[in-house]
Protein backbone atom coordinates (compact mmCIF):
# COMPACT_ATOMS: atom_id res chain seq x y z
CA UNK A 1 0.00 0.00 0.00
CA UNK A 2 3.02 2.46 1.05
CA UNK A 3 4.90 1.04 -1.84
CA UNK A 4 2.27 1.77 -4.10
CA UNK A 5 1.70 5.46 -2.88
CA UNK A 6 5.25 6.28 -3.37
CA UNK A 7 6.08 4.46 -6.49
CA UNK A 8 2.81 5.21 -8.26
CA UNK A 9 3.48 2.93 -11.05
CA UNK A 10 6.80 4.72 -11.85
CA UNK A 11 5.20 8.20 -12.01
CA UNK A 12 5.91 8.72 -8.34
CA UNK A 13 8.85 10.81 -9.25
CA UNK A 14 7.26 13.20 -11.57
CA UNK A 15 3.88 13.43 -8.92
CA UNK A 16 6.06 13.60 -5.69
CA UNK A 17 8.05 16.34 -7.29
CA UNK A 18 5.21 18.49 -8.71
CA UNK A 19 3.82 18.47 -5.13
CA UNK A 20 6.65 18.80 -3.46
CA UNK A 21 7.77 22.11 -6.00
CA UNK A 22 4.46 23.63 -4.41
CA UNK A 23 4.16 23.39 -1.11
CA UNK A 24 8.09 24.25 -1.33
CA UNK A 25 6.47 27.54 -3.38
CA UNK A 26 3.87 27.84 -0.87
CA UNK A 27 6.20 27.85 2.02
CA UNK A 28 8.83 30.28 0.54
CA UNK A 29 6.29 32.94 -0.40
CA UNK A 30 4.79 32.53 3.13
CA UNK A 31 8.26 32.93 4.97
CA UNK A 32 8.99 36.03 2.55
CA UNK A 33 6.19 37.99 3.24
CA UNK A 34 5.78 36.84 7.01
CA UNK A 35 8.95 38.31 7.68
CA UNK A 36 8.48 41.46 5.37
CA UNK A 37 5.20 41.91 7.69
CA UNK A 38 7.23 41.72 10.34
CA UNK A 39 9.96 43.87 9.26
CA UNK A 40 7.55 46.55 8.79
CA UNK A 41 5.64 46.10 12.17
CA UNK A 42 8.91 45.78 13.90
CA UNK A 43 9.78 49.45 12.01
CA UNK A 44 6.70 50.98 12.96
CA UNK A 45 6.44 50.16 16.74
CA UNK A 46 10.39 51.47 17.04
CA UNK A 47 9.06 54.83 15.17
CA UNK A 48 6.24 55.29 17.18
CA UNK A 49 8.15 54.66 20.54
CA UNK A 50 10.28 57.52 19.72
CA UNK A 51 7.14 59.89 19.36
CA UNK A 52 6.72 62.65 22.35
CA UNK A 53 2.97 62.09 23.76
CA UNK A 54 1.47 65.38 21.76
CA UNK A 55 2.20 63.51 18.47
CA UNK A 56 1.59 60.04 19.56
CA UNK A 57 -1.55 60.91 20.80
CA UNK A 58 -2.19 62.68 17.13
CA UNK A 59 -1.10 59.55 15.90
CA UNK A 60 -2.95 56.98 17.75
CA UNK A 61 -6.44 59.13 16.69
CA UNK A 62 -6.01 57.85 13.48
CA UNK A 63 -7.80 54.69 12.59
CA UNK A 64 -5.18 52.69 10.86
CA UNK A 65 -2.35 53.36 13.52
CA UNK A 66 -4.86 52.26 16.53
CA UNK A 67 -5.36 49.32 14.66
CA UNK A 68 -1.64 48.65 13.93
CA UNK A 69 -0.74 49.04 17.52
CA UNK A 70 -3.85 47.10 18.99
CA UNK A 71 -3.29 43.95 16.81
CA UNK A 72 -0.46 42.85 18.42
CA UNK A 73 -1.46 39.32 17.34
CA UNK A 74 1.30 37.66 14.84
CA UNK A 75 -0.50 35.39 11.80
CA UNK B 1 -19.69 53.67 -1.47
CA UNK B 2 -15.85 54.74 -2.35
CA UNK B 3 -15.20 55.19 1.80
CA UNK B 4 -15.73 51.41 2.29
CA UNK B 5 -12.76 51.12 0.06
CA UNK B 6 -10.59 53.23 2.12
CA UNK B 7 -7.50 51.69 3.61
CA UNK B 8 -8.80 52.39 7.37
CA UNK B 9 -11.90 50.71 7.15
CA UNK B 10 -10.20 47.65 5.55
CA UNK B 11 -7.14 47.62 7.70
CA UNK B 12 -9.55 46.48 10.67
CA UNK B 13 -10.46 43.37 8.45
CA UNK B 14 -7.50 42.77 7.35
CA UNK B 15 -5.68 42.77 10.28
CA UNK B 16 -7.46 40.16 11.85
CA UNK B 17 -8.33 37.72 8.74
CA UNK B 18 -5.20 36.15 8.10
CA UNK B 19 -5.17 33.42 11.02
CA UNK B 20 -8.48 32.66 10.40
CA UNK B 21 -7.85 32.12 6.44
CA UNK B 22 -4.73 30.15 7.53
CA UNK B 23 -6.20 27.52 9.37
CA UNK B 24 -9.08 27.01 6.75
CA UNK B 25 -6.28 26.76 4.28
CA UNK B 26 -4.54 24.47 6.41
CA UNK B 27 -7.75 22.00 6.57
CA UNK B 28 -8.69 22.49 2.88
CA UNK B 29 -5.47 21.98 1.88
CA UNK B 30 -4.64 18.64 3.84
CA UNK B 31 -8.57 17.47 2.84
CA UNK B 32 -7.18 17.95 -1.06
CA UNK B 33 -3.47 16.41 -0.70
CA UNK B 34 -5.74 13.30 0.55
CA UNK B 35 -8.33 13.16 -1.71
CA UNK B 36 -6.02 13.76 -5.23
CA UNK B 37 -2.42 11.43 -3.82
CA UNK B 38 -4.66 8.85 -2.09
CA UNK B 39 -8.32 8.36 -3.05
CA UNK B 40 -8.89 9.43 -6.18
CA UNK B 41 -8.69 7.25 -8.95
CA UNK B 42 -5.65 6.78 -11.50
CA UNK B 43 -6.59 8.02 -15.46
CA UNK B 44 -7.09 4.60 -17.59
CA UNK B 45 -4.35 6.82 -20.08
CA UNK B 46 -2.22 8.67 -18.00
CA UNK B 47 -2.03 6.70 -15.08
CA UNK B 48 -0.87 8.25 -11.65
CA UNK B 49 0.70 11.31 -13.35
CA UNK B 50 -2.95 12.33 -13.99
CA UNK B 51 -2.56 13.35 -10.32
CA UNK B 52 -0.20 16.32 -11.07
CA UNK B 53 -3.26 17.73 -12.59
CA UNK B 54 -4.34 18.66 -9.41
CA UNK B 55 -1.84 20.73 -8.59
CA UNK B 56 -1.30 22.13 -12.30
CA UNK B 57 -4.82 23.40 -13.45
CA UNK B 58 -5.76 24.94 -10.20
CA UNK B 59 -2.35 26.80 -10.09
CA UNK B 60 -3.29 27.92 -13.56
CA UNK B 61 -6.84 28.99 -13.07
CA UNK B 62 -5.55 30.83 -10.27
CA UNK B 63 -3.05 32.75 -11.27
CA UNK B 64 -5.10 33.60 -14.81
CA UNK B 65 -8.13 35.28 -12.06
CA UNK B 66 -5.48 37.24 -9.89
CA UNK B 67 -4.25 38.60 -13.41
CA UNK B 68 -7.67 39.85 -14.36
CA UNK B 69 -8.32 41.20 -11.20
CA UNK B 70 -5.55 43.11 -11.31
CA UNK B 71 -5.94 44.39 -14.61
CA UNK B 72 -10.15 45.41 -13.78
CA UNK B 73 -8.53 47.14 -10.62
CA UNK B 74 -5.52 49.11 -12.39
CA UNK B 75 -8.25 50.10 -14.51
CA UNK B 76 -11.07 51.00 -12.22
CA UNK B 77 -8.30 52.63 -10.20
CA UNK B 78 -6.64 54.81 -12.52
CA UNK B 79 -10.29 55.86 -13.95
CA UNK B 80 -11.50 56.61 -10.89
CA UNK B 81 -8.26 57.59 -9.25
CA UNK B 82 -8.99 54.87 -6.28
CA UNK B 83 -5.33 54.25 -4.75
CA UNK B 84 -6.59 51.69 -2.89
CA UNK B 85 -7.61 49.40 -6.08
CA UNK B 86 -3.68 49.78 -7.02
CA UNK B 87 -2.20 49.15 -3.65
CA UNK B 88 -5.07 45.44 -3.56
CA UNK B 89 -3.16 45.32 -7.20
CA UNK B 90 -0.06 45.03 -5.99
CA UNK B 91 -0.93 42.81 -2.63
CA UNK B 92 -2.34 40.11 -5.45
CA UNK B 93 0.57 40.63 -7.48
CA UNK B 94 3.08 38.13 -5.81
CA UNK B 95 1.12 34.90 -5.15
CA UNK B 96 -0.38 35.44 -9.14
CA UNK B 97 3.17 35.30 -9.88
CA UNK B 98 3.98 32.27 -7.93
CA UNK B 99 0.98 30.43 -9.34
CA UNK B 100 2.50 31.06 -13.27
CA UNK B 101 5.79 29.79 -11.45
CA UNK B 102 4.10 26.27 -10.15
CA UNK B 103 1.54 25.90 -13.52
CA UNK B 104 4.86 26.47 -15.52
CA UNK B 105 6.65 23.72 -13.47
CA UNK B 106 4.01 21.12 -12.78
CA UNK B 107 3.02 21.11 -16.33
CA UNK B 108 6.70 20.49 -17.41
CA UNK B 109 6.87 17.60 -14.86
CA UNK B 110 3.44 16.57 -16.38
CA UNK B 111 4.65 16.69 -20.08
CA UNK B 112 7.86 14.55 -19.67
CA UNK B 113 5.97 11.23 -18.37
CA UNK B 114 2.57 12.21 -20.62
CA UNK B 115 4.57 13.47 -23.84
CA UNK B 116 7.95 12.70 -23.77
CA UNK B 117 9.37 16.12 -22.96
CA UNK B 118 9.77 18.67 -20.76
CA UNK B 119 9.03 22.08 -22.52
CA UNK B 120 7.46 22.11 -25.97
CA UNK B 121 6.84 25.80 -27.55
CA UNK B 122 3.32 25.16 -28.24
CA UNK B 123 0.72 28.10 -28.03
CA UNK B 124 -0.61 27.00 -24.35
CA UNK B 125 3.11 26.71 -22.67
CA UNK B 126 4.38 29.75 -24.89
CA UNK B 127 1.15 31.80 -23.82
CA UNK B 128 1.70 30.99 -20.04
CA UNK B 129 5.73 32.08 -20.19
CA UNK B 130 4.40 35.31 -21.68
CA UNK B 131 2.26 35.90 -18.63
CA UNK B 132 5.08 35.28 -16.05
CA UNK B 133 6.93 37.89 -18.22
CA UNK B 134 4.15 39.84 -17.38
CA UNK B 135 3.52 39.62 -13.82
CA UNK B 136 7.63 39.92 -13.15
CA UNK B 137 7.73 43.04 -15.15
CA UNK B 138 4.96 44.41 -12.79
CA UNK B 139 6.54 43.26 -9.73
CA UNK B 140 9.61 44.78 -11.21
CA UNK B 141 7.55 48.40 -12.17
CA UNK B 142 6.43 48.82 -8.48
CA UNK B 143 10.02 48.11 -7.30
CA UNK B 144 12.00 50.83 -9.97
CA UNK B 145 9.39 53.77 -10.10
CA UNK B 146 9.47 55.94 -7.14
CA UNK B 147 6.65 58.60 -8.28
CA UNK B 148 3.37 57.22 -7.43
CA UNK B 149 2.03 58.66 -9.99
CA UNK B 150 4.22 56.68 -12.63
CA UNK B 151 4.12 53.57 -11.83
CA UNK B 152 0.51 54.00 -11.22
CA UNK B 153 0.43 54.87 -15.15
CA UNK B 154 3.10 52.27 -15.43
CA UNK B 155 1.48 49.38 -14.32
CA UNK B 156 -1.64 49.84 -16.11
CA UNK B 157 -0.26 49.67 -19.23
CA UNK B 158 1.24 46.30 -18.58
CA UNK B 159 -1.80 45.07 -17.40
CA UNK B 160 -3.65 46.26 -20.43
CA UNK B 161 -1.20 44.98 -22.63
CA UNK B 162 -0.42 41.53 -20.26
CA UNK B 163 -4.85 40.98 -20.29
CA UNK B 164 -4.72 40.63 -24.00
CA UNK B 165 -2.58 37.30 -23.39
CA UNK B 166 -5.35 35.85 -20.87
CA UNK B 167 -7.73 35.12 -23.74
CA UNK B 168 -5.15 33.53 -25.93
CA UNK B 169 -4.13 31.52 -22.76
CA UNK B 170 -7.50 30.10 -22.69
CA UNK B 171 -8.52 29.82 -26.02
CA UNK B 172 -4.91 28.43 -27.94
CA UNK B 173 -6.10 24.63 -27.43
CA UNK B 174 -9.42 25.18 -29.75
CA UNK B 175 -7.11 28.12 -32.21
CA UNK B 176 -4.16 26.22 -32.63
CA UNK B 177 -2.50 22.81 -33.02
CA UNK B 178 -1.19 22.00 -29.68
CA UNK B 179 0.25 19.40 -26.82
CA UNK B 180 -2.92 20.28 -24.84
CA UNK B 181 -5.92 18.74 -25.02
CA UNK B 182 -8.85 20.73 -25.30
CA UNK B 183 -11.29 22.14 -21.73
CA UNK B 184 -12.36 19.45 -19.62
CA UNK B 185 -14.55 21.50 -17.15
CA UNK B 186 -17.14 23.42 -18.74
CA UNK B 187 -19.34 26.03 -16.87
CA UNK B 188 -21.98 26.21 -19.59
CA UNK B 189 -21.86 23.07 -20.67
CA UNK B 190 -21.51 19.19 -19.35
CA UNK B 191 -17.68 18.76 -17.93
CA UNK B 192 -16.02 15.46 -19.79
CA UNK B 193 -14.17 15.24 -16.19
CA UNK B 194 -15.39 12.13 -14.14
CA UNK B 195 -17.07 13.62 -10.63
CA UNK B 196 -14.10 11.21 -8.21
CA UNK B 197 -11.91 13.22 -10.42
CA UNK B 198 -13.38 16.88 -10.50
CA UNK B 199 -14.72 16.77 -6.74
CA UNK B 200 -10.15 16.46 -5.76
CA UNK B 201 -9.66 19.38 -7.99
CA UNK B 202 -12.25 21.86 -6.86
CA UNK B 203 -11.13 21.07 -3.23
CA UNK B 204 -7.11 21.77 -4.31
CA UNK B 205 -8.84 24.41 -6.04
CA UNK B 206 -10.20 26.46 -3.27
CA UNK B 207 -6.88 25.59 -1.15
CA UNK B 208 -5.05 27.76 -3.68
CA UNK B 209 -8.00 30.21 -3.65
CA UNK B 210 -7.14 30.55 0.16
CA UNK B 211 -3.41 30.89 0.14
CA UNK B 212 -3.40 33.24 -2.41
CA UNK B 213 -6.19 35.11 -0.25
CA UNK B 214 -4.14 34.57 2.33
CA UNK B 215 -1.02 36.05 0.70
CA UNK B 216 -2.91 38.94 -0.39
CA UNK B 217 -3.86 40.10 3.17
CA UNK B 218 -0.86 39.87 5.11
CA UNK B 219 1.16 41.90 1.88
CA UNK B 220 -2.18 44.21 1.72
CA UNK B 221 -1.02 44.38 5.66
CA UNK B 222 2.44 45.21 5.32
CA UNK B 223 1.57 48.10 2.40
CA UNK B 224 -0.53 49.74 4.76
CA UNK B 225 2.14 49.62 7.89
CA UNK B 226 4.53 51.11 4.80
CA UNK B 227 2.45 53.97 4.38
CA UNK B 228 2.07 54.67 8.19
CA UNK B 229 5.50 54.03 8.53
CA UNK B 230 5.98 57.13 6.21
CA UNK B 231 3.25 59.33 7.44
CA UNK B 232 5.00 58.73 10.93
CA UNK B 233 8.07 60.33 9.86
CA UNK B 234 6.09 63.30 8.64
CA UNK B 235 5.03 64.08 12.22
Redesign the interface.
Known amino acids: MINE?LL??G??L??W???A??LL??TS??VV??I??TK??N??IA??GT?NSE?AS??KS????K??LS?T?N? | MYKFFEPNKIFSITSRAPKYVLILFVIVLTIGLIESLILSPEDYKQGHSVRIMYVHVPAAWTTLGIFSTITLLSIFGYIFKLKNFFLISKSLAPSGFIFNLIALVTGSLWGKPTWGTWWAWDARITSMLILALFYLIYLLAWRIYENKEQVYKITSIITIFGIINVPIIKYSVDWWNTLHQPASINILSKSSIHSSMLFPLIIMTAAFALFSLLIFLMKYNTELIKIKNKGLDRL
Open positions: IMNYGYVSAFFTCFLYIKQYEKKFKFLKFAQGTIEINSI
